[in-house]
């Protein structure tokens, strides 16, 4: 989501550059500024369409570099046969990849020295306790590697020809460009449905599979009230692994294997961005940012309207009371 601090809008490109963009957009910017909306837009405008495209793009460059930066993929030929080798080397590199981005974003909105300057961004008028931080890298860590572990398989079964890809990109390149560029179109429904079915039904006549499901499993999540950028994936296990399998819808339609590693790179980035607790300069959504605060609302994203759809879009705390009254 685009949102705007003072004045002035985030340009769509920035997910393309983040984090120098944000970074050199706090530096610069004066220390009285006064006038910071954190409101949640009622409606989704072109921009922020532009920004998701931007987002996807994003994802699909880090996936090239994962994918044909180290080396011969191993879903092209070396993970016929299980090897601690290659296996490793996925392992580690989503690991510091992950340890990368949110320890240095963390670190920069709530512990580097522009700290003040940036609090009157802080969605969330307050910093979680140290002991959140180290709670979330621990399950977010687990994360990545469920998301590492995915990937794996999925170069087995690539390898061994059990799984049908494409082999060229180039084959078919406008094609290709232009679906990576609306990954939102399966991440947004995917993300809605597991997330919804998470939380309490609320539906009469029908077991309540949602309420178990939230207190067994999604709670964790819910722990971090106050998210920051490792509060992103900061998931159980089984949470992860549903969250993550996002990736096999490109990979069953049996596309080239960028797009199903893109997926796996945005599940990752764009959680960890839109929980990161502040406003541009920083990347936080205060669209789900309501979800921590206030649990009943907004269980996808802005960009696709599934919540407003289906009865669950809130842009207040008074949205959330009024919306489960009417229920």
């Avoid at 990368?100 to 969605?123: A, H, N, Q, R």
């Amino acid at each position: 989501m685009t949102e705007r601090a003072g004045s002035t809008r985030q340009p769509f490109y920035t997910p393309l550059l983040f984090p120098a963009y944000n970074v050199i957009s706090a530096v610069l910017r004066p220390q009285e500024e006064k006038g910071i909306e954190k409101g949640i837009p009622l409606t989704v405008g072109l921009f922020s369409y532009l920004a998701t495209v931007a987002a996807s793009y994003r994802a699909v460059g880090l996936a090239w570099l994962a994918m044909y930066g180290m080396g011969e993929y191993p879903g092209f030929g070396e993970s016929k046969d299980f090897s601690a080798l290659w296996v490793m080397r996925i392992i580690i590199r989503d690991l510091v990849f992950t340890w990368t981005v949110c320890g240095f974003w963390d670190w920069f909105l709530y512990f580097s020295p522009m700290k003040e300057k940036l609090f009157k961004y802080k969605i969330t008028p307050k910093y979680p306790p140290l002991g959140q931080f180290l709670h979330d890298a621990k399950y977010t860590t687990i994360a990545s590697i469920i998301a590492a572990g995915i990937e794996c398989l999925l170069c087995h079964l690539w390898a061994n020809g059990i799984l049908a890809y494409q082999k060229d990109w180039w084959d078919t390149p406008v094609f290709n460009f232009a679906l990576a560029g609306v990954m939102v179109l399966w991440r947004g429904p995917h993300f809605y449905v597991i997330h919804r079915v998470m939380h309490p039904w609320r539906l009469t006549g029908v077991p309540d599979i949602g309420s178990f499901l939230y207190r067994k499993v999604h709670s964790l999540h819910h722990k971090s009230y106050n998210p920051t950028a490792w509060s992103g994936t900061s998931m159980h296990p089984v949470e992860s692994l549903v969250y993550y399998s996002a990736c096999l819808i490109p990979a069953m339609l049996g596309l080239h294997p960028l797009h199903t590693l893109a997926t796996i790179v945005d599940c990752g980035v764009a959680a960890w961005t839109s929980h990161d607790g502040f406003v541009s300069p920083g990347s936080g959504s205060t669209f789900h940012m309501l979800h921590h605060s206030h649990f009943d609302c907004n269980y996808g994203g802005i960009q696709v309207p599934l919540d407003k759809w289906f009865g669950t879009f809130a842009a207040t705390k008074e949205d959330v009371r009024e919306m489960w009254n009417r229920n």
